[in-house]
């Protein structure tokens, strides 16, 4: 009996997750699971949903009260929006014209395939976490792509905290540039203690129309400005500077 309790401690550890484990560890499907417990629910899922498993493709069913199909064009569109007109027009700039799209490209197939692997995998192996796909490399695999991970996060925070940093500075110069670096941080840790996205609904809809409203500006001011002074001088593919490596990573960061 005591070796039995210990031997479901032990599972029940080897589950559960901590918060930062969580952030560390992200679930790639449903959770971690073995191969064979993976099979078990993917064939539970088809006969829940009166499918016939061999005939229908479980990871091509919708979950049921999933979103509509104009739901999510929609959250497509706001996903986009700012990339449209913030994002690309500043890589114009950075790596010109045609070198712009061409990076955006190579990156859009690099992405769009490595979508399509992790779709292969999850139906060759069932649900797994992305830590799971260092296997091939073994151990240190694993280790190689939780540090990934871990490095990335804090990437998009120092992105994101610098881009606070310099908003703020638009609307209040005369902070200094530490106040406004450590504004972002507290805000962001009571953030991450809502599970519940629903509790954002007004503030998203606040933000899109703001987006909106700030897109109507721009362009406002910008038809005015060409009207008046004429289009500015283009660059086609900018080999001056570093600025279309700088594109070649937003491009990623984009998505």
Not at 93 to 103: E, M, Q, S
Not at 215 to 221: Q, R, W
Not at 242 to 249: A, E, K, N, R, V
Request: charged share 15%; aromatic share 8%.
């Amino acid at each position: 009996a005591a070796a039995a309790a210990a031997a479901a401690a032990a599972a029940e550890s080897q589950v559960a997750l901590t918060p930062l484990g969580e952030l560390l560890e992200p679930s790639l499907a449903l959770g971690q699971v073995s191969e064979l417990d993976a099979a078990n629910r993917e064939e539970r899922l088809c006969q829940e949903m009166d499918l016939d498993s061999a005939h229908q493709d479980a990871h091509a069913v919708a979950p049921p009260k999933s979103s509509s199909k104009r739901a999510t064009l929609i959250i497509i569109i706001k996903c986009c929006f700012c990339q449209g007109y913030l994002i690309m027009p500043n890589g114009n700039k950075l790596a010109g014209v045609i070198g712009a799209p061409l990076f955006l490209t190579v990156v859009t197939a690099l992405e769009m395939w490595g979508v399509h692997a992790l779709i292969e995998c999850r139906k060759a192996k069932g649900p797994g976490r992305y830590q799971d796909l260092g296997l091939v490399w073994g151990k240190k695999g694993q280790q190689f792509i939780s540090f990934s991970i871990a490095l990335l996060a804090f990437g998009f925070n120092c992105i994101w905290t610098v881009s606070v940093a310099k908003y703020v500075g638009n609307l209040f110069p005369e902070w200094g540039t530490t106040a406004r670096l450590c504004l972002c941080p507290p805000l962001v840790a009571l953030l991450t203690l809502v599970r519940h996205l629903k509790a954002f609904t007004v503030s998203n809809l606040i933000g899109v129309c703001l987006t909106a409203v700030t897109f109507v500006v721009i362009l406002t001011y910008a038809l005015a400005e060409i009207a008046q002074n004429g289009a500015k001088e283009i660059v086609v593919f900018n080999t001056s500077n570093m600025g279309p490596l700088i594109w070649l990573g937003q491009c990623g960061y984009a998505f």
